[in-house]
């Protein structure tokens, strides 16, 4: 499967596989046509740029200019592993694939069917989560097919559920100050031992990177967040049967359901987009996400995405 998948992006063709964090849609970073087929399959408008998922640190500079003694030590350190690092673009990335800026993010992603591939492709390949743009990013090849189910010749390679299960860090080392752009599991206490100060996005009103607009990995019926000491009256109220992904909680009972969370963060992270795909098919009419008590860390780029499902 791993030689199929290389020989159709050879060809041009698109293939969904996984990564640690979500899976993706991969093509040929160089290949302008398969990028555009990227973009057209998920509805992804033109300027949201994709990560180029690289082998190791010689494949980053072969795509890259300027991957200097900083982004050496993060890769050393968090390579393979869910950070994107920003930098500007050599032309073996074609502009189309990251909105036609003049950087590329880059990432060696941390899971054995990516590695592989990327291996026997020989050179980057970009890629975006494998979902209808704007809606759950996918954690299993279940996943994949449901969001691509009209498309019949889809490879979709299975590896299995996500270990990770919420998209990368996304940190710019193209301007002056480095820059996180999009929170992961990658945070400020991480880096900045590394590489200095960093400075953290305004995370409501950010617009430093594109395609992290407010409302984002939503699902398709209404959902809002909810603080923990207000959902028995919000339940009280609510005049539609409601979906509840909480934790350990007796409030919640029929009509409603519960979709119940690991307390843990990286637990939470794993269950957080397949929890979001159950309240879709629960034939429910609303989703309430239940806002964790827990602040820092990964916690960080857990609320935002809650923020972005629920926007
Ligand atoms: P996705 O593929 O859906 O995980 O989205 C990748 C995200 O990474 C984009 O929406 C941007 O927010 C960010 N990103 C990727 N490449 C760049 C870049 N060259 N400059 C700034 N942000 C980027
Ligand atoms: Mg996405």
Redesign the pocket.
Known sequence: MIEEAARLLKTGKCVAMPTET?Y?LFCDSGNEQALAAVYAMKGRPAS????AHVLDVAMAKRTTFGFDARAEKLAAKFWPGPL?I?LP?RPEIAAVG?GG?G???VRAPAHPVALAVLEAFGSALS???ANRSGHI?PTTPQHVAEEFKDIDDLLILDGGACSFGI??T?L?LSRARPMV??PGAIGEHDLSPIIGAVTMPHLTKQD?????MAKHYAPSLPCESVKADTLTRRLFNQTVRTVVIGFATDEVSAPHIKVEMPCEAQAYAQRFYAALREAERSGASAVFIVIPQERGGLWVALHDRIRRASA
């Open positions: 979500v993706g949201n740029p994709l990560i994107a920003v673009r990251v800026r950087t590329v993010a890629a975006p989560s990013s998209e990368s996304v710019d752009l999009r430093a990177s594109p395609g992290t």
